[in-house]
């Protein structure tokens, strides 16, 4: 270990300590600087004014409990060398690095059938080659390549890095208590049994009030009416953008490489041939494209551009069931006729979603609980559970949104 030493200052847990020459290096590479220039939670802040955190506050937060996790786990006696904890701290620092701008709204939007963490595998690829096969291990244990699995599980499972990060620093920034988690407490509870990360029975409660927290953020935060409608605001600007794009009507990004994304056909060969393209692409190229937008001569483009510049966002309500066809045909009437547009472009400014949270899917992805005695359980499997199959069913809520 070189004598390298950096430490970070974190609003959430204080100092984050880097210290290998490695990690230093990803760091200062500019794909992972570009994570500066993505919000963590795309419009969150026109509701919660404070979650203007980034994608690299949240990265680098992830590392940080990632260390913490390793520590405890070694200190339990579980056999981790220090080139499987590198390669582990490697594999959460980049686990988002593939997210486009603003993230899960323009996911299969800007570049269609492509996954965050398709593109996070092809950048992972490209660095490992810069820094001459260093991250090899890395790559294996972030596709659950690598033979211990629960390495694998503390970047991608039930109680993975990833999610106590988000959580934590989501409700910090954001200001919403319900999402508080006791992560120091969660990760203390850790430990490996037959190669599998499970938490020890004493952590039960602390398990449960995560899954709660979690379930409370996604209501209160993740799917809040409002987010949801800049979210769609800004997939129907791509879209209408894109419809102009194809029916020969000059609409042009701010940035040659928003442009280059808008004007083609774009699919995941696109995205392997032009990586270095994509890793230049971030939230203020779109936002600067919406502000020009918002002057373009297309009626729909502009009205869409600045109602999402101004906060000027499209009205919603939520319903368990699904809207009456007359209530969205009267709504378009009436915006058709207000807009003077046609019914079809409508469609614009009057529309129909799904909105979706499950709390806990014991098929999905297990939390297993260790007991003293050496048994285990499934979480909701567990005497007294306040995670009940009830809670594992998904809820859906339909969701309209129209013009005000």
């Not at 686990?95 to 492509?114: A, F, R």
């Not at 041939?273 to 020009?292: E, G, P, Q």
Request: charged share 25%; proline share 2%; aromatic share 10%.
């Amino acid at each position: 270990m070189s004598s390298v030493r950096k430490i970070i200052n974190d609003p959430v847990y204080g100092f984050i300590t880097i210290d290998h020459p490695l990690i230093l290096d990803i760091i200062a590479h500019p794909y992972y600087q570009r994570l500066r220039r993505i919000y963590q939670m795309a419009f969150a802040h026109l509701v919660y004014p404070g979650a203007v955190h980034s994608r690299l506050h949240h990265s680098l937060g992830a590392y940080h409990l990632m260390c913490n996790a390793l520590n405890e786990l070694k200190n339990k006696g579980v056999e981790i060398t220090s080139a499987e904890e590198l390669a582990t701290k490697v594999a959460i620092l980049l686990h988002d690095i593939g997210h486009g701008p603003y993230s899960h709204t323009l996911e299969n939007e800007l570049i269609k059938e492509v996954h965050h963490e398709a593109v996070s595998i092809l950048i992972m690829k490209v660095l490992n080659k810069q820094f001459n096969g260093q991250l090899q291990t890395a790559i294996e244990i972030f596709t659950n390549k690598y033979h211990k699995r629960f390495l694998y599980q503390l970047i991608s499972g039930q109680l993975d890095m990833d999610r106590m990060d988000y959580l934590t620093r989501d409700s910090f920034f954001t200001g919403v208590s319900e999402g508080v988690i006791g992560y120091d407490r969660i990760l203390k509870m850790l430990t490996v049994h037959n190669g599998e990360l499970m938490v020890e029975e004493k952590a039960i409660y602390s398990i449960e009030k995560f899954l709660v927290s979690r379930r409370l953020m996604y209501w209160q935060v993740y799917l809040h009416k409002t987010v949801l409608s800049a979210e769609m605001m800004l997939v129907k600007i791509i879209r209408r953008a894109k419809e102009l794009i194809a029916n020969g009507i000059k609409t042009d990004a701010a940035t040659a490489e928003l442009n280059f994304f808008l004007q083609k056909q774009n699919d995941s060969s696109h995205v392997e041939n032009n990586l270095s393209v994509f890793c230049c692409l971030d939230d203020y190229d779109v936002m600067c494209t919406i502000k020009n937008w918002t002057t373009h001569p297309d009626k729909i483009l502009s009205l869409l551009c600045k109602g999402l510049v101004d906060r000027h966002l499209l009205k919603v309500k939520l319903q368990s069931g699904p809207f009456e066809a007359d209530l969205i045909h009267t709504k378009k009437k009436e915006v058709a006729e207000k807009l003077n547009i046609s019914y079809e472009e409508a469609g614009y400014f009057v529309f129909t979603g799904e909105a979706i949270n499950t709390t806990y899917n014991p098929l999905d992805e297990r939390i297993n609980i260790l007991f003293k005695d050496g048994s285990v359980k499934d979480i909701s499997k567990v005497d007294n559970a306040l995670i009940h199959q009830h809670l594992a069913s998904t809820v859906k809520k339909q969701y309209i949104c129209y013009l005000r």
